[in-house]
């Protein structure tokens, strides 16, 4: 294979697996992905299998493995200049996604009672990295971060570091809806959603209180969500199978120079999710009619400006409402915030704080 990679996938566990494995499936033309960690057995075989499921499906599509240690800050940038790929999908992270349904100590008691942007430290620290490798290796391509881009999208673009958009979230709900409606017809369901509605679908129909998604269908918006998509749930475990997978069409337009319409999280940098359109070879918001862009993102700002992380002009990052309130007893230190140069302090600080609360059951 030529050293040139059109791909490549930061990560080896089950969302970046998700991602390569559906690349191998449903690839439509000739595409070469590098799949990048540090677990050389996990890497091995996401290579393995990646080409045999290639091969299975009759695509033409070709994967290799590349070991390198993201914790470490310059990592990437050898990688990323001398492979120069197209897309570039950030999926490892310091914090499992596992964490929205396992228990049993304090630390998870905690994500689950103020939210993941406690955990927002642990998926922003690789990210930046990885943004930085890519400004570092002095090239441009499109940089998907995988990892909270609700929040951490946010973070990377207050930073002045590239970011194009997330996946999964807002379009476990889009897809999720569409396939409840049997709609097929790209662009005909738009939502705004941020990553605290998609909590809402986890329940069963009937225990459910919101917060509610908006939601157009061919333009008019749905004034009771609630009753309209009653019949759709959410596992309460991560839903890689539709969030891993939702990257992958839009990963492969990206690649190949095609047109996309769909949802994403963190798309340029804003909280929340939005319908968008890769045309052209950039990357746009795609609201419904008589929605403006400044009323979109202000409406899903809201929810991280009652509780959760937010940064001002300054690159001064906030805890608010009940997650402040929480950190506050917990490390007054990092309830006070921190300013976005200091990542890695912070993110070590957090990483002390979980270590201590992981040591304590939950009460």
Same mark, same amino acid.
């Given at each position: 294979?030529?050293?040139?990679?059109?791909?490549?996938?930061?990560?080896?566990?089950?969302?970046?697996?998700?991602?390569?494995?559906?690349?191998? *499936?449903?690839?439509?033309? /000739?595409? =070469?992905?590098?799949?990048?960690? #540090?677990? &050389?057995?996990? @890497?091995?075989? $996401?290579?393995?299998?990646?080409?045999?499921?290639?091969?299975?499906?009759?695509?033409?599509?070709?994967?290799?493995?590349?070991?390198?240690?993201?914790?470490?800050?310059?990592?990437?940038?050898?990688?990323?200049?001398?492979?120069?790929?197209?897309?570039?999908?950030?999926?490892?992270?310091?914090?499992?996604?596992?964490?929205?349904?396992?228990?049993?100590?304090?630390?998870?008691?905690?994500?689950?009672?103020?939210?993941?942007?406690?955990?927002?430290?642990?998926?922003?620290?690789?990210?930046?990295?990885?943004?930085?490798?890519?400004?570092?290796?002095?090239?441009?391509?499109?940089?998907?971060?995988?990892?909270?881009?609700?929040?951490?999208?946010?973070?990377?673009?207050?930073?002045?570091?590239?970011?194009?958009?997330?996946?999964?979230?807002? *379009?476990?709900?889009?897809? /999720?809806? =569409?396939?409840?409606?049997?709609? #097929?017809? &790209?662009?005909? @369901?738009?939502? $705004?959603?941020?990553?605290?509605?998609?909590?809402?679908?986890?329940?069963?129909?009937?225990?459910?209180?919101?917060?509610?998604?908006?939601?157009?269908?061919?333009?008019?918006?749905?004034?009771?969500?609630?009753?309209?998509?009653?019949?759709?749930?959410?596992?309460?475990?991560?839903?890689?199978?539709?969030?891993?997978?939702?990257?992958?069409?839009?990963?492969?337009?990206?690649?190949?120079?095609?047109?996309?319409?769909?949802?994403?999280?963190?798309?340029?940098?804003?909280?929340?999710?939005?319908?968008?359109?890769?045309?052209?070879?950039?990357?746009?918001?795609?609201?419904?009619?008589?929605?403006?862009?400044?009323?979109?993102?202000?409406?899903?700002?809201?929810?991280?400006?009652?509780?959760?992380?937010?940064?001002?002009?300054?690159?001064? *990052?906030?805890?608010?409402?009940?997650?402040?309130?929480?950190?506050?007893?917990?490390?007054?230190?990092?309830?006070?915030?921190?300013?976005?140069?200091?990542?890695?302090?912070?993110?070590?600080?957090?990483?002390?704080?979980?270590?201590?609360?992981?040591?304590?059951?939950?009460?």
């Amino acid at each position: 294979m030529a050293d040139k990679l059109d791909v490549i996938v930061f990560g080896t566990g089950s969302f970046a697996a998700r991602i390569v494995f559906d690349l191998a *499936a449903t690839a439509p033309h /000739a595409i =070469a992905v590098g799949v990048a960690g #540090r677990n &050389a057995e996990r @890497l091995s075989w $996401l290579e393995t299998a990646a080409n045999a499921r290639a091969v299975l499906f009759g695509r033409p599509a070709e994967f290799t493995s590349h070991r390198i240690d993201l914790s470490l800050p310059d990592a990437a940038t050898e990688l990323i200049a001398r492979h120069r790929p197209k897309v570039i999908v950030q999926a490892a992270s310091l914090q499992p996604s596992s964490v929205i349904s396992t228990s049993g100590d304090a630390w998870t008691k905690l994500v689950a009672e103020v939210g993941l942007s406690v955990t927002a430290l642990f998926q922003a620290q690789l990210s930046a990295h990885v943004a930085r490798a890519l400004r570092s290796a002095r090239h441009e391509c499109h940089y998907i971060n995988g990892c909270f881009p609700d929040v951490v999208n946010s973070l990377l673009a207050a930073a002045h570091l590239p970011v194009a958009c997330g996946i999964g979230n807002i *379009a476990i709900l889009s897809n /999720a809806f =569409a396939g409840h409606l049997r709609r #097929r017809d &790209a662009g005909a @369901l738009k939502l $705004l959603a941020h990553y605290h509605t998609l909590t809402t679908f986890r329940k069963p129909a009937a225990a459910r209180t919101g917060p509610w998604p908006r939601v157009w269908i061919d333009g008019k918006e749905v004034q009771d969500v609630q009753r309209g998509f009653a019949g759709v749930k959410i596992t309460p475990e991560p839903a890689i199978e539709i969030s891993g997978a939702s990257g992958v069409p839009l990963i492969l337009a990206m690649a190949g120079g095609t047109d996309w319409v769909g949802h994403v999280p963190g798309p340029l940098g804003l909280i929340g999710g939005y319908p968008v359109a890769f045309r052209g070879g950039a990357l746009d918001l795609d609201l419904p009619p008589g929605l403006i862009r400044a009323d979109a993102a202000a409406w899903n700002a809201r929810f991280e400006e009652a509780n959760g992380l937010v940064v001002d002009e300054r690159g001064e *990052a906030h805890y608010t409402g009940v997650l402040r309130e929480r950190l506050a007893e917990a490390s007054p230190e990092l309830a006070k915030g921190f300013h976005l140069r200091d990542l890695d302090a912070a993110t070590d600080e957090m990483a002390r704080l979980r270590a201590r609360l992981q040591a304590r059951p939950a009460t």
